[in-house]
Structure formats: structure tokens, C-alpha cells
């Protein structure tokens, strides 16, 4: 079975940082596509990152170019996400994903002062 | 960035009766390797979304034979045959063809 468990979530002021984890079980992080949605109530589901299998080329949505950095560690079967400058609108709920296939239960985000 | 369009966003539906969900897309998905990737997704209420369609009509495993997917280059189609009480949540079609990937709005199922 396929366990993915989000931690790292938080309360931040405005231009803060947040450090996300993604602790993996049942499947091995290096062989998939992983990645970090998230979701607001406004502004529905979206994809923040994500790293591809192999070689581990990575790829942002626009708005979060420059600011945060997915990362994965194979000996911890691990994903993270490291988010800097965080903005008001950066709160949400972030989930990792599997290749779109399973998704994790999530952790809520918040960016206020 | 390709842009997912959902209707209805609301749809009252009743048990037992067959329901019917659109997704088109601003761009035509078909991959550079030939596969077409677009996904639905269901999220009950107080869930994570769970995938139950991929690549446009393959069912994920467990997933209730009373789903299925349809469609092609922009224009694709989730179809219940017979709603059920446990498939009240929210739908979303998801492309996976073209980075980044991105979701429809999403429609939201609920009892008549």
C-alpha cells in the first residue's frame, strides 16, 4: 500500500520560510514523477512542482519560480519542498502526490501576519 | 498554459440515475510520445482527491465499473451510470500532457 505523509506545515508571517516533508512507503520516490499540489478554496487544485523520475529534472509553476525548490532525498525515500519569501496568497493546503496517481493527506499552509 | 474548462460546475443529481460531467481543454492533449493525459479525480468531502480515470478511459484499480471516461483532443467526458450516495464529492479533470499540468475548476455532485 502506498503511504504518503506530509509534515512541516505552519503558521508564517509574509516573507517567511517553510521546510515541507513527504516521508514515502510502498513505493520508491527516485522512480516516479513526485510532486507538490495545493489547494485553496478559491482558487481550486494546482500544481506547485515537480520532479521527474531519473535524472530529476524539476519544473514550477510560474509563481512560485525563484521561491521555492522541490527536492528529494533516496536514501530517505523522501520529497521535500523548501518554500522561501512566502506570500499571503501561497496559503493552502499542499499535498504530495504521486505521479498524479495517489496523494497524501495534506498540510495546511498559512501566510499571515 | 493549457487551460481545463469543467461543466456544469454544480450538478444535482438522483440515486440511481446516470450523470454526466464535461472537460475541455484550450489545447489539444496529446503527448509528444503519443499518449493523450488526462485524468478525473474525486474528492468526497473532507478527502484527498483520488484518481479514478487515466490517459482519458483507463479506470484506476478499484474504481467502480459504473465510472468511465471518454474523449479525445480537447473535448473529453466523465460519465456515472447510476449515481450512488458514496460518489457525492467534488470532479476534476487534470492534464498531465503539458507542464503545467493543470486542473478544471471543478464540479461539485450532490443529491437532488
Known amino acids: 500500500e502506498v503511504q504518503l505523509v506530509e509534515s512541516g506545515g505552519g503558521l508564517v508571517p509574509p516573507g517567511g520560510s517553510l521546510r515541507l516533508s513527504c516521508a514515502a512507503s510502498?513505493?520508491?520516490?527516485?522512480?516516479?514523477?513526485m510532486l507538490w499540489g495545493r489547494q485553496t478554496p478559491g482558487e481550486g487544485l494546482e500544481w506547485v512542482a515537480g520532479v521527474r523520475h531519473g535524472g530529476g529534472e524539476t519544473h514550477y509553476v510560474d509563481s512560485v519560480k525563484g521561491r521555492f525548490t522541490i527536492s528529494r532525498d533516496n536514501a530517505k525515500n523522501s520529497l521535500y519542498l523548501q518554500m522561501n519569501s512566502l506570500r499571503v496568497e501561497d496559503t493552502a493546503v499542499y499535498f504530495c502526490?504521486?505521479?498524479?496517481?495517489?496523494w497524501g493527506q495534506g498540510t495546511l499552509v498559512t501566510v499571515s501576519s | 498554459d493549457v487551460v481545463m474548462t469543467q461543466s456544469p460546475l454544480s450538478l444535482p443529481v438522483t440515486l440511481g440515475q446516470p450523470a454526466s460531467i464535461s472537460c475541455r481543454a484550450s489545447?489539444?492533449?496529446?503527448?509528444?510520445?503519443?499518449?493523450?493525459?488526462l485524468d478525473w479525480l474525486q474528492q468526497r468531502p473532507g478527502q484527498s482527491p483520488r484518481r479514478l480515470i487515466n490517459?482519458?478511459?483507463k479506470r484506476d484499480s478499484g474504481v467502480p465499473d459504473r465510472f468511465s471516461g471518454s474523449g479525445s483532443g480537447t473535448d473529453f467526458t466523465l460519465k456515472i451510470s447510476r449515481v450512488e450516495a458514496e460518489d457525492i464529492g467534488v470532479y476534476y479533470c487534470?492534464?498531465?500532457?503539458?507542464?503545467?499540468?493543470?486542473f478544471g475548476q471543478g464540479t461539485k455532485v450532490e443529491i437532488k
Open positions: 510502498g513505493i520508491t520516490v527516485s522512480s516516479y514523477w
Open positions: 490517459q482519458v478511459s
Open positions: 502526490v504521486r505521479d498524479r496517481i495517489d
Open positions: 489545447q489539444r492533449l496529446v503527448h509528444s510520445d503519443g499518449n493523450t493525459y
Open positions: 487534470v492534464q498531465g500532457s503539458q507542464w503545467p499540468w493543470t
